[in-house]
């Protein structure tokens, strides 16, 4: 559950073929546990976080777990516009979720248009690799060429050993808040890919600065 | 005879255009079936007749009411005592036809009768004394004023009246020349049958320019109004949009986060930043807001293509289509026959098994079962105070109410996304059953907590009580409300 405080709340969608571990990849975040068995998604599922970037906001991250299965295809572009920034997933253990990360990127910016969102290329099932189980299929420097290219965050997972999980979320969340500050992004009526919340300054005021607060904060 | 009779039937038409935008109804006046007769090629000329015939009734008015007073004229008004205080009237009326075009016009149809009988022996002959082209000038100009107004302005299409005005001249002459004629053989029947038909004659004439100019106008109208409407819209998509949308319909979604927001600022303004337990904000922490705004959303895009699909459909295909939609309309709001009706865990699940199985397989329902029961284990546990019963009743009530809302939403994705649509029905059905069995659920959840709350007996009591009562009520009425916008996916999958 997410906690009630926090400065912004940006909602992210994790896109990616199916079985490449979205649905994984997120509940280890949220829940920070493996699941051995995972069903297929239905449609989108929502998960919810509050990460607190150092020296900074609290931000409620509103994290969309989308069905990679075609023929959810339309229920799930349905999200795109509404989000900030968009994970995409591959398993290193399998090429073809690599190679079709261009189409998911374009499909992401095609529909999330006019807003220019953040990426992260994050490759899944590592322990797979590390423990000899399966044959890696896409090496660490294609990836970081491609993010070179694209100029995108690349980091490789495991959602099994919770290795770079966080760093993952964390860092999309870093580049979407340094946005925010370099005036980029906006909030925008009608748009809820970020949205503000209620303990804007608060954190160190105590209630009786807060009442004297209020009116200022009310007009920004 | 009949012409004149004719005339006077389009005058009472012109005569209620008090605001000249009633051109229009001129368009399928008797006039037409008259016209078609003698001179089928000038359909149009006759019907714009009623501009000028306008003029008539002034003219006709003002000429009777001259008669009724002279005494020269004894000829044959049978009915003088009682024409002689509607004609007073009409003379009053006459000086304003735009604003009294209501009374004008039941006299003027009174007239028509009373015309029948004595037109023959008097009427024509103080045709001419009545008669200004001026008058019949400014009548046409103020039914057309608004009208013409504008179009001057807009379109640049010439006005009624300038077109009367060019014809005017040949009406004058005419005038003249039957004016001459009248005063010598008033009681010449004959005579005056060939004169009333020459006088549509030329009316025709006159109309046909009238009318021809008039439709013109009509079309540069049509097509400014188009160009004007389709301005930045192409194809009228926006608009049409704002006019299916359904304008009553506020989003609940909304509402309920404006209520935890609110519930939120309260919160911190009291510095109980951690122990919330109201409702709405318990609904969103149990993700049961994020799905009701995700069915929302889909909802709202199916009920788009809908429109958009039916828009391109007419006649008995149309018709059979939204049969069937109004069809799945009455399946899903079939009405709950027992308010009182209670559910346990057992028949909820039983129930949801059943039901769910119907609707699409896919659906995982573990979730809310998972909730429904651990309800259970908790309203059978211990409670230290009175306080902490109401607050789990909340609570429960609340996490029972966002576990309906994923299933809906998690049932709308099935069900747009599904190919087997033939059963469409089927699902409405059990979607309603289904509605229902979570109704009873949460009623019989506050029901538990209310008994509960019963064994106290302190000053909060009642109060407590009466404010689960209210959350079931709330609850219920959120899972209707999510129920329904399943409609629309639903009704999208048929077609």
Wanted: net charge negative; aromatic share 8%; glycine share 4%.
């Amino acid at each position: 559950m997410a906690d009630l405080m926090f400065d912004y709340q940006f909602r992210l969608i994790l896109i990616g073929d199916s079985t490449v571990g979205k649905s994984s990849l997120l509940k280890y975040f949220n829940d920070g546990k493996f699941a051995e068995v995972s069903d297929p998604t239905v449609g989108v599922d929502f998960f919810a976080r509050t990460i607190q970037i150092p020296n900074g906001p609290r931000i409620k991250l509103q994290l969309w777990d989308t069905a990679g299965q075609e023929r959810f295809r339309s229920i799930t572009k349905s999200y795109y516009r509404n989000s900030v920034g968009a994970l995409l997933i591959y398993d290193v253990t399998k090429r073809a979720s690599f190679e079709h990360i261009p189409i998911w990127m374009n499909d992401a910016k095609r529909h999330i248009e006019p807003h220019r969102p953040v990426f992260v290329l994050v490759g899944c099932k590592l322990d797979l690799v590390n423990n000899g189980a399966s044959k890696r299929e896409v090496t660490e420097e294609e990836a970081k060429q491609f993010g070179a290219e694209h100029n995108i965050f690349t980091v490789e997972t495991s959602a099994k050993t919770g290795s770079n999980v966080e760093l993952a979320f964390s860092a999309i969340t870093q580049e979407i808040y340094q946005r925010i500050i370099s005036g980029e992004y906006q909030m925008e009526e009608g748009w809820d890919g970020i949205k503000s919340g209620y303990s804007h300054h608060s954190a160190n005021i105590d209630f009786n600065n807060y009442i004297e607060a209020e009116p200022a904060k009310l007009c920004c | 005879m009949s012409d004149s009779e004719v005339e006077f039937e389009s005058a009472d038409e012109g005569s209620k255009s008090g605001d000249g935008w009633e051109i229009e109804t001129d368009f399928d006046l008797p006039d037409l079936e008259q016209s078609i007769e003698s001179k089928p090629t000038e359909i149009k000329s006759s019907a714009l007749s009623s501009v000028s015939d306008l003029a008539n009734i002034d003219q006709y008015i003002e000429h009777k009411h001259k008669n009724t007073k002279s005494s020269n004229q004894t000829n044959t008004f049978d009915a003088i005592p009682t024409l002689q205080s509607r004609l007073d009237k009409l003379t009053i009326d006459s000086d304003d036809t735009n604003s009294k075009s209501h009374t004008l016009k039941e006299d003027i149809t009174a007239d028509n009768a009373l015309k029948e009988t004595n037109c023959q022996s008097s009427v024509w002959g103080g045709w001419s004394s009545g008669w200004s082209m001026n008058s019949l000038i400014s009548t046409a100009s103020a039914i057309t004023n608004h009208v013409s107004q504008g179009l001057t302005s807009v379109i640049g299409a010439p006005s009624p009246e300038e077109l009367a005005s060019m014809s005017s001249n040949k009406v004058t002459l005419l005038n003249d020349k039957l004016t001459e004629e009248s005063s010598e053989s008033i009681l010449d029947t004959n005579y005056f049958l060939s004169n009333v038909s020459q006088i549509t004659k030329i009316v025709e004439n006159t109309g046909s320019k009238l009318i021809n100019g008039g439709l013109d106008t009509l079309e540069s109208v049509g097509k400014k109004t188009l160009e004007v409407l389709q301005e930045g819209d192409p194809g009228l998509r926006k608009k049409r949009a704002l006019f299916f949308q359904n304008s009553e319909k506020i989003n609940l979604s909304q509402v309920l986060q404006e209520a935890k927001e609110k519930s939120e600022i309260e919160s911190k303004q009291n510095n109980q930043i951690v122990e919330n337990k109201d409702y709405a904000y318990l609904l969103d922490s149990f993700q049961g807001l994020i799905h009701l705004e995700s069915l929302e959303l889909l909802s709202k895009q199916c009920q788009m293509k809908l429109q958009t699909v039916l828009l391109s459909y007419s006649g008995t295909q149309l018709t059979d289509i939204q049969d069937t939609l109004e069809q799945i309309k009455g399946l899903c709001y079939l009405v709950c026959d027992d308010d009182e009706k209670l559910m346990n865990d057992e028949e909820f699940k039983k129930c949801l098994i059943t039901t769910i199985n119907k609707i699409s397989v896919d659906v995982k329902i573990d979730k809310i079962l998972k909730v429904s029961s651990s309800i259970d284990n908790k309203s059978n546990g211990e409670f230290d105070t009175e306080d902490c019963i109401h607050d789990e009743a909340i609570s429960a009530l609340a996490e029972l109410t966002a576990a309906a809302m994923e299933l809906y939403y998690k049932l709308g994705e099935m069900i747009m996304i599904d190919t087997q649509n033939h059963q469409v029905f089927v699902k409405a059905e059990n979607l309603s059953h289904l509605n229902e069995a979570v109704c009873c659920r949460i009623r019989s959840v506050a029901n538990k907590y209310a008994c509960l709350l019963t064994q106290f007996d302190a000053d909060d009591t009642s109060n407590n009580i009466s404010d689960i009562y209210l959350e079931s009520s709330n609850s219920s009425s959120y899972i209707q409300d999510a129920a329904q916008l399943l409609l629309p996916i639903l009704q999208l999958s048929v077609i």
